[in-house]
């Protein structure tokens, strides 16, 4: 098989293999260098023995931000597998789709910074990485609309898998527009360390990672198990899960901070 005749669910694989390949070492050496701190005092983090903590703030995120799409990318490879299935149609844009699970793997590891706004980073470099940001944005949109017109007048069967794909263009949409405005520099000044962070994680780690998950294990559990699954509990079971996903953000506070109200 050629590149371009693989499943879109091999290339969100792909796309994750390479971030596990080029960010998880430098979590390692992260390790090492705080045990060599606390070892032999070495002044490496501590600012007390002449480190810099903000190092570390570098080192942590220029993973911790990939981690994220570690975590999504498989979840919206199993988007792109349930969506055609359940419209009955060919998926819509197949190389944009493949080539934006690649652009989010490699532009996301260069919007590090976007953590770090009130660090006392450079405006120069604030505003690099605030424009990164908004670049990483775009393979996702691309993503979104391109599964919207694979549905778009096609034969929907609302099945418990495309239940969950339905829901998760939702809850992954308010996540994802929620990151937009965490990546504006002006507007993120103000919103650090509030619940509004909070909010837009969790809508992109339960409404994105989770939701596809579930999906995902709907969508295959014929091939898993050998029998099917019990498609009026499944459905039930979907309702539950998303009721509870938005009471849980509404009380906490994070549905409030996260639509703006």
């Not at 390479?18 to 701190?37: F, K, N, R, S």
């Not at 660090?119 to 993503?143: D, H, M, N, W, Y």
């Not at 919207?148 to 998760?168: C, D, G, H, Q, R």
Request: with cysteine; net charge neutral.
């Amino acid at each position: 098989m050629g590149w371009f005749q693989l499943p879109l669910f091999v290339w969100g694989i792909y796309a994750t293999a390479i971030i596990q390949v080029l960010a998880t070492p430098v979590l390692g050496i992260t390790m090492v260098l705080l045990i060599m701190e606390r070892a032999f005092n070495i002044g490496i983090f501590d600012a007390q023995i002449g480190g810099d903590p903000v190092l570390f703030q570098h080192f942590f995120w220029f993973y911790s931000h990939p981690a994220v799409y570690i975590m999504i990318l498989p979840g919206m490879a199993i988007i792109s597998e349930i969506i055609p299935t359940f419209s009955r149609r060919t998926i819509f844009g197949y190389r944009l789709i493949a080539l934006s699970s690649v652009a989010i793997a490699l532009i996301g590891f260069l919007v590090w910074g976007h953590h770090m706004f009130t660090s006392g980073e450079s405006a120069l470099a604030a505003s690099i990485f605030s424009f990164l940001t908004f670049l990483v944005a775009i393979p996702s949109g691309i993503k979104v609309f391109n599964w919207m017109a694979t549905m778009y007048k096609s034969s929907i069967s609302l099945e418990t898998p495309m239940l969950y794909a339905v829901s998760f263009l939702l809850l992954f949409g308010i996540g994802g527009l929620t990151g937009i405005f965490l990546g504006a520099l002006s507007v993120d000044i103000h919103l650090h360390d509030t619940y509004f962070v909070v909010a837009h994680f969790h809508y992109v780690m339960m409404g994105g990672t989770v939701i596809a998950f579930l999906g995902g294990v709907h969508y295959w559990w014929s091939k898993m198990f050998g029998r099917m699954y019990n498609e009026t509990v499944g459905r039930i079971a979907c309702c539950i899960v998303n009721s509870s996903l938005y009471i849980s953000s509404l009380l906490s506070g994070a549905g409030y901070w996260a639509l703006g109200c």
